[in-house]
């Protein structure tokens, strides 16, 4: 069999595993790490070309790596203050000794147990960004302090990574050989920093008039320095971590970063193939017990502590926990730092296998936690008000004592449909208060002149603590993400929480087709508004009578530019 047939092969399986996997709402890395096992020695044998999926592998990681580096957006850190600082280094530290305690308690030798332990503080980012924009949550209060401390778990691949390549380096030569190669990392930064300073921003916008060779350069970038930090001893990980860095301060880095993704996917699939095809499956069973105990330790301990520190900080128990489950699971990075100590020799091959084994659990299972968040933290809620300080000083949250005025219309969704209402409804005469869980979007409707408080309408003390005294409406127009759970839609949540707390003005949702109309007015709701078609009748009857009508101009959301004219 040819190398080409051997790689068309590995594809049509990556093909159907993959679609597997979306049926089964899991992300790409499972259904990868997966094929890597059945085409591995152990299953269906496909693998024979080691070198040509060797080489792509590596070039997978180069890129993986220079994609982190290219986003390390060190001011997120900044704007979320000590919060994310504080979770993410008390979430590594914990995990980390922990971690390395129970390896032992499992007969892992001092060196394996502190990699297994470094290994289960990595959490992933592509998985969970990718899971909280589903939802649309990535803009919430616990999407962006998640976003703040896996910064921070990055910084700590960078450092974990550079530490590990000196210690190769250390074990392999002598103190000559070290200093050499310190030597030539610190001459490899002071290059990103000229880069950076004088070359970056003019070469990258010259290249930018052809997107297709911004694209090559930026793959070129990468493969360039993880051939010089290969060359020098860094590794090629921390190559491409130094290429992304050089790039991060340009205007066109999300440009960048969005066009490598899909190559980064197709990439990393040789990578797990690689893993798999070193991995026995029949050497597996003897870390059954390992996986499971660290696997508990990662979906169970990873949350809790998040939820300790957010609740010591001052965060509500429900901002703690749905932070918290986004650490339930290890990261791509665990498999490569691993996979790095096996090639210096520090661990064996069956360390690898027993966190890819943790890796399969963690993030199939995290994956559901996720996505079912709020209905799992219905379920805990009663147990975790030990988690929850007085008072909450660090969310706004009502008292008695400096409760919201009562108001004729309580808008629930502050997005561009909620702030069109709010604006027109108070043009009108009426007095609104908007409600988010996007401090971002509370903030734009205060600058609007208009009154609005964080909260989080699918919360039951939230609601009920509404002072709906004389409120003649509640709009909801949240978003709805797909959970798999139809008949438990976050609007008919708000509808039955606004019946519960005793409110007898009447409830309008939005909707998007037929099937959502009829399961909001089953739950209750007196209108349901449907925007597209809304806006079609009016701009049909505009059209037919040749009316004009006055536009009341809306801002733009955060992070977009302002509309011309």
Not at 79 to 102: C, D, K, M, R
Not at 461 to 470: H, W
Request: charged letters at 15%; a negative charge; hydrophobic letters at 55%.
């Amino acid at each position: 069999m040819t190398p080409f047939t051997e790689i068309a092969l590995l594809l049509v399986l990556a093909s159907g595993v993959g679609l597997l996997g979306v049926l089964l709402r899991q992300p790409l890395i499972v259904g990868f790490i997966a094929v890597g096992l059945l085409a591995g020695p152990s299953a269906l044998d496909l693998v024979h070309s080691e070198a040509q999926i060797e080489l792509l592998a590596e070039l997978g990681i180069a890129v993986l790596l220079f994609l982190v580096g290219i986003k390390l957006d060190v001011t997120l850190i900044r704007s979320l203050g000590a919060v994310a600082v504080v979770t993410g280094l008390g979430q590594v530290a914990f995990t980390a000794f922990f971690g390395y305690l129970i390896g032992l308690g499992l007969g892992l030798d001092h060196v394996t147990s502190l990699y297994v332990a470094v290994a289960l503080t990595f959490s992933s980012t592509i998985i969970i960004v990718k899971l909280l924009s589903d939802k649309r949550e990535i803009e919430a209060l616990h999407g962006q302090i998640a976003l703040g401390f896996l910064i921070v778990q990055d910084l700590v691949v960078v450092l974990a990574m550079i530490v590990l390549s000196a210690i190769g380096i250390g074990a392999g030569g002598g103190g000559g050989t070290v200093l050499t190669v310190l030597a030539a990392g610190v001459g490899m930064l002071l290059a990103v920093i000229v880069f950076v300073r004088y070359l970056a921003d003019p070469l990258t916008a010259r290249l930018a008039r052809t997107p297709e060779l911004l694209v090559i350069c930026s793959i070129a970038l990468a493969a360039m320095f993880a051939a010089l930090g290969d060359a020098v001893g860094l590794g090629k990980e921390v190559g491409g971590l130094m290429a992304g860095i050089a790039l991060a301060s340009t205007p066109f880095r999300e440009t960048i970063s969005a066009r490598l993704v899909p190559l980064r996917d197709f990439l990393l699939l040789f990578f797990f193939i690689a893993l798999g095809a070193t991995l026995d499956l029949s050497l597996l069973g003897g870390h059954l017990l390992g996986a499971a105990v660290l696997s508990l330790f990662v979906l169970i301990g990873n949350p809790l502590i998040v939820l300790i520190i957010m609740g010591a900080l001052g965060y509500r128990k429900r901002t703690g926990f749905l932070a918290g489950l986004t650490v339930a699971q290890i990261s791509e990075f665990s498999l490569i730092f691993v996979a790095m100590g096996v090639s210096l020799g520090h661990v064996g091959p069956d360390a690898l296998g027993l966190v890819t084994m943790v890796g399969i659990v963690t993030i199939a299972a995290s994956t559901y936690m996720i996505t079912f968040s709020h209905h799992l933290y219905a379920l805990c809620e009663p147990l975790l008000g030990v988690f929850e300080r007085r008072g909450t000083p660090r969310e706004a949250t009502r008292s008695d004592d400096r409760r919201a005025p009562a108001v004729d219309v309580v808008i629930l969704g502050l997005g561009r449909f909620g702030t069109a209402l709010g604006m027109r409804l108070q043009r009108r005469g009426l007095s609104v208060l908007g409600v988010d869980f996007n401090p971002q979007a509370v903030r734009r409707w205060q600058d609007l002149g208009l009154q609005a408080e964080f909260g989080d309408a699918s919360d039951p003390e939230y609601m009920a603590g509404l002072d709906l005294a004389g409120t003649r409406w509640i709009v909801a127009t949240i978003p709805v993400h797909p959970t798999g759970l139809s008949h438990e839609d976050i609007r008919t949540t708000v509808i039955q929480l606004a019946q519960a707390a005793g409110f007898t003005g009447r409830i309008a949702a939005t909707a998007h087709d037929a099937s959502e109309t009829r399961l909001i007015l089953a739950a209750g709701a007196d209108l349901v508004l449907e925007p597209f078609q809304d806006a079609a009748d009016q701009a049909v009857d505009l059209l037919c009578g040749g009316g004009q009508r006055q536009r009341l101009p809306v801002p733009p959301l955060p992070g977009e530019e302002p509309a011309a004219g």
